[in-house]
């Protein structure tokens, strides 16, 4: 008699080819010192996307694939280049340690405000994540003995890489740096892909599809959720090592709610269903930064003003757009 | 032993009691269906089962074990699955992969990140065999939200399945489905009873399912339990007529 009502929903982002927007992205990151100066770039330029695609990234972890907002996520990216910049600056001047320092700092503190957080949902699950990252703003802040208060913390610089029976230069060759920094988000992206891939990866994408359903398979939505979140912060602090061993600089603005919010803005302009949408999201964003800001201090509005109208006309993002393009 | 025993729960929200006092007794292998008008206590009394929340008062024992205040996730290890009356799925994902979540769950890999090739082929039987018993093959790399609303309710059937219920709760099957649906899912849950034994229990509006599958009925009317029996004792209660069955015609 009645037939169904098929109900209609967007079709998720599966491109044909999965691992051609892979390829082509690696293809383009490793010849940048070739191609970016002919276009006007310089090297650090792409070496601020890297780091800010990672952390939008990481932040993706969640928003993209646990389905749950952070707009506190700039706290474990400072947490991560403070980490970095002390243990450079008092403990040894070691630049893999100067990551780990990074990463356990804001996975620690990450975690810990994690297990509290992931007991809220939704917009309070956001406001909570927004008081935690300015707690930890304004502590940075304020401890000037250790962190240098507002001046941020100086006086510490990356160290070269001793590989054993080599030893690299990242200290002063920007292109050897890049290098550096591609090979660190080669491996965080690829373990991140990995994660997505894997059962626990399968219940954060159940849990982003229909939390009731996940909870009535027996899937403790709170513990994965609070495991999603450590994971991101981790992540996210080890891009903000990177950045301090970037610019050799740690400032309490890394952790402040704006930068938090350039992440929210990176990674929906680049596509949060997208593995790499954030990616292609901090790019566009640090060139717009880059070349608005050379003529005109209110550079943010035109930001603002691409970033509404991608979302007003490419709601899935700039490469969520790009890749339903070439389904077949 | 019964599979499930409900001692005199009861569920108060506020001064409303939806639920007052209701016990029930499902044995194993049985098949139960639970009727009554609108309002008259029959989710609210499932919720109190399946965990969704706790009663005001009562006993719920599963298979010889007090779960009353116990979590969804605690019920679920114990054998416990359900589906409701609004299908809850993972729209944007295919039946498959529906499917997958809830057998990864079910053989305790949830929390793994990364899993071997003899697990992987254990995980592909299981929704190999999920994907059978409710007849899905077909459609298994389709995404559910494209599917008909009664193929959607399969699969959220088939997720359920995964767990390898002992007892498997359905809230309104047929809900919502034209007449082709409606035999459809009844067939299905025919096919679990009969030949694979599942216990169920189930709500349900559509009288001819009701009357077709349970071995036992249950009726509850504004939160009380009004009667209890065969089918053939609830067609021919009184009490019922008036109440419920009266008033539909």
Sequence with gaps: MSTATTTAVTTPVMPARPWLTTAIIFAALLTVPVWLPMLGGYTALAGRVLVLGLAAMSFNLLLGFTGVMSFGHAAYFGLGAYGAGLTLKYIAPSTPLAMVGGVLLGGILGSLFGRLIAQRRGVYFAMVTVAFGQIAFYVTYSWDSLTGGYDGLRGFSRAPLNLGFTTIDITNNSTYFYYFLLFVFAVATGLQALLLASPFGRTLVAIRENERRARFLGIPIERHIWMSFSISCCFTALAGALYALLNNFADPMGLHYSLSGEIVIMTVMGGMRAFWGPLIGAALFVVLQDYISSMTVNWMSFVGLIFVLVVLFFPRGLLGMLQKGTQR | M????????????????????????????????????????????????????????????????????????????????????????????????????????????????????????????????????????????????????????????????????????????????????????????????????????????????VFNLADKITVLGEGKMLAEGTPDEIAANPIVQEAYLGKAE
């Design chain 2, 2 to 209: 019964s599979m499930l025993d409900i001692r005199n729960v009861t569920k108060q929200f506020g001064s409303l009691v939806a639920v007052n006092s209701v016990s029930m007794q499902v044995a194993a292998g049985e098949l139960r269906a639970i009727i009554g008008p609108n309002g008259a206590g029959k989710t609210t009394f499932f919720n109190m089962i399946s965990g969704f929340f706790a009663p005001s008062a009562g006993d719920i024992v599963f298979d010889g074990t007090t779960v009353t205040k116990l979590a969804v996730a605690e019920r679920v290890a114990m054998g416990m699955a359900r589906t409701f009356q609004i299908t809850e799925i993972f729209p944007e994902l295919t039946v498959r992969e529906n499917i997958r979540i809830g057998v990864e769950s079910a053989l305790g890999l949830r929390q793994r990140f990364w899993i071997g090739a003899t697990q992987k082929a254990e995980v592909n039987r299981g929704i190999d065999e999920a994907l059978t018993q409710t007849g899905l093959t077909v459609s298994a790399d389709r995404l559910v939200g494209e599917l008909s609303h009664g193929d959607q309710r399969a699969a959220e059937i088939a997720t359920a399945l995964t767990l390898k219920p002992r007892l498997l709760l359905l809230d309104e099957p047929t809900a919502g489905m034209g007449e082709h649906e409606t035999y459809a899912v009844a067939n299905l849950i025919r096919r679990l009873h009969k030949n694979s034994a599942y216990t169920i229990v189930l709500i349900e509006h559509d009288m001819r399912v």
